[in-house]
């Protein structure tokens, strides 16, 4: 079932949107951003200070001590004790240096580890895999009784298994440790990141939190052999130093940044993001790597700028059988897309809003006779159904409802009180929007009451019998798409059914005998005819301007079209608005 059972307004969640992505997904996508991606190459050098403490120095400026001796020059079988560059080295106090640059290692894809593995629960615990295309280490290692052997080993190329850096790090921890050794300015500023909106649901962001949030972890280099040499440097010299250094200010490891394009403004604006790790319901203890792989990072928005807290779903985002057929899923609450669709209809239903007039004088035992309609001071609007009934009988579930009406009424009665005239002439609308599957239906019904009776001495004529002699229902039906933008596109059909009553005017009495009917009758039927037309007009009018609207500058734009695709519009069982998500190709 998966997305189709979202029903985000239920009291647990609240969310204004969710996006759900798998971990198949976020893996690829990431794969393909570092195979193309533009890192700067960092080089870390350090040296001893006059305590024996290992402390940074800039490359050019080691190099520059060292009177041109590059580390990364030396060869690996180069003998510490008889190699000129190695000499000027340990003049310079040099310790160690590594270099490296984020990217996709030379290796056969098979060899690559998964770069995130999600956990579970609302922290979005992420074991994070921090790949390099280049990964070079140099340095001393000192033995007893001063003896020292050179170290220059970088990451396998072609084959092998490549290094990179690891740790189990959280997307939504919201709370300052004390203990951290992280500093608490630090972890705030890391943690108010986390919960940013502005391209909050692209994968280059995701990496930029994710390569961050290793800072708060407790990071190890995999894919060298616990018992190489260069394992011991790696550990105390770059592990230690280097990330001490980064953890005082925050910046993110191997100085990882990225630029996107702007998206397109969206209109639900957010004002914040907290992100969870929901695994498959019902999956294995531990879960196949099928099951792993369709567990996904959910992001929680809100409008509001207070971060929204993640709470378990009771169903999945994403079915063990759409891993493959695309990224993940993104639903609207209901609430927030129909107050939207709300203001884009309700523009054009003032039309349809019709204030009728009869008015009845008498002047003796003459009479003034007056039926009028125009549009209305107070018009009504389409607003939210509260609770949301059962579907009808074709599927359809009424979201919104507009219920309009004017009755008016009138009697005069002659000077002598032998002759007496009533009218009516009352119109009624009820409108309904109601949504199944990918389509929203927009019903308006129009009805206009007339009558006319009159009573001469003792008997009542019923002149014009009261009927509704105009009575029409538009349905609209739109079926929904969304362009390369992101942006809502519909395509529209419609119908008018036609229930109006047969004009029914038979005057009787002294109206009928002496044919005092005839100016009666031409104008209640040019009333009538007049109104009719117009009600038409405005329908089809309706239906044009609504369409142009839906469509036009102020179409709904989904969130997050600056990281995705979207498809396959539907409404869920609970009517939030949901659509499948791909990953846009990050470079």
């Not at 440790?177 to 962001?205: C, E, G, M, W, Y």
């Not at 990225?258 to 604006?269: H, I, Q």
């Not at 993001?273 to 959910?298: F, G, I």
Request: glycine share 8%; net charge negative.
């Amino acid at each position: 079932m998966g997305a189709s059972q979202s029903n985000l307004s239920d009291p647990h969640y609240g969310y204004d949107l969710v996006v759900a992505v798998t971990q198949a997904s976020v893996n690829a996508t990431l794969k393909q951003f570092l195979a193309g991606v533009s890192a700067p190459e960092v080089i870390a050098c350090y040296v001893y200070d006059s305590s024996n403490n290992i402390v940074p120095i800039d490359y050019r400026t080691l190099v520059a001590n060292a009177d041109g001796a590059d580390p990364f020059s030396v060869p690996p079988d180069a003998k510490p004790t008889t190699d000129p560059k190695l000499i000027k080295l340990t003049a310079a106090n040099f310790a160690g240096a590594v270099k490296a640059m984020i990217g996709l290692p030379n290796v056969p894809l098979a060899n690559i580890p998964p770069i995130a593995t999600l956990g579970s629960g609302s922290s979005a615990p992420v074991l994070f895999n921090l790949l390099c295309s280049e990964f070079q280490i140099t340095g001393f290692e000192y033995g007893p009784r001063g003896s020292a052997s050179w170290i220059n080993q970088s990451q396998p190329s072609g084959s092998g298994t490549p290094w990179y850096f690891s740790a189990n790090v959280f997307l939504n921890d919201t709370t300052i440790d004390p203990n951290s050794p992280v500093p608490p300015a630090i972890q705030q500023r890391i943690n108010d990141l986390r919960h940013q909106v502005q391209n909050a649901f692209t994968i280059q962001k995701l990496f930029l939190d994710l390569d961050t949030a290793i800072l708060e972890g407790a990071p190890t280099i995999q894919g060298i052999p616990a018992g190489w040499v260069v394992w011991n440097l790696i550990s105390q010299i770059f592990l230690g130093s280097y990330f001490t250094q980064l953890r005082q200010k925050g910046d993110p490891v191997l100085s990882y940044s990225f630029k996107v394009n702007a998206p397109r403004p969206t209109t639900l604006e957010l004002g914040s993001v907290s992100r969870e790790c929901s695994p498959l319901l019902q999956a294995d203890k531990p879960p196949t790597p099928a099951q792993q792989a369709a567990t996904t990072l959910v992001y929680v928005g809100s409008h509001s700028t207070t971060p929204p807290i993640p709470v378990a779903f009771a169903w999945n985002w994403v079915e063990l059988g759409e891993v493959s057929a695309f990224s993940g899923v993104q639903a609207v609450r209901r609430d927030v897309f129909f107050t939207y669709f709300a203001g884009l209809i309700n523009a054009e239903t003032a039309p349809l809003c019709i204030a009728t007039h009869v008015e009845m004088h008498h002047s003796g035992e003459n009479f003034t006779i007056s039926y009028s309609y125009q549009r209305s001071g107070s018009p009504q609007t389409f607003r939210p159904i509260s609770p949301i009934g059962a579907p009808d009988g074709q599927g359809f579930t009424d979201v919104l409802a507009l219920d309009f009406s004017n009755n008016s009424h009138d009697d005069s009665e002659s000077s002598t009180h032998s002759v007496e005239i009533w009218g009516d002439y009352n119109y009624n609308l009820s409108g309904r929007v109601a949504v199944k599957g990918n389509q929203i239906r927009i019903q308006a019904h129009a009805s206009v009451y007339m009558a006319f009776s009159h009573r001469e001495v003792f008997v009542n004529y019923h002149d014009l019998s009261g009927k509704n002699y105009y009575d029409k229902t538009l349905t609209v039906l739109y079926t929904l798409g969304v362009d390369q933008n992101g942006a809502l596109q519909v395509t529209q059909t419609h119908s008018t059914a036609d229930n109006s009553a047969g004009w029914d005017f038979d005057p009787g009495g002294i109206l009928g005998k002496f044919g005092f009917e005839n100016e009666l009758r031409g104008g209640v039927t040019k009333v009538a005819e007049g109104l009719a037309a117009a009600l038409d007009r405005s329908f089809t009018g309706y239906v044009q301007a609504m369409t142009a609207t839906i469509n036009g500058y102020r179409a709904w734009v989904f969130p997050g079209n600056d990281a995705f695709t979207f498809k396959n519009l539907s409404f869920s069982s609970g009517q939030d608005l949901t659509a499948q998500l791909t990953y846009v190709n990050p470079n």
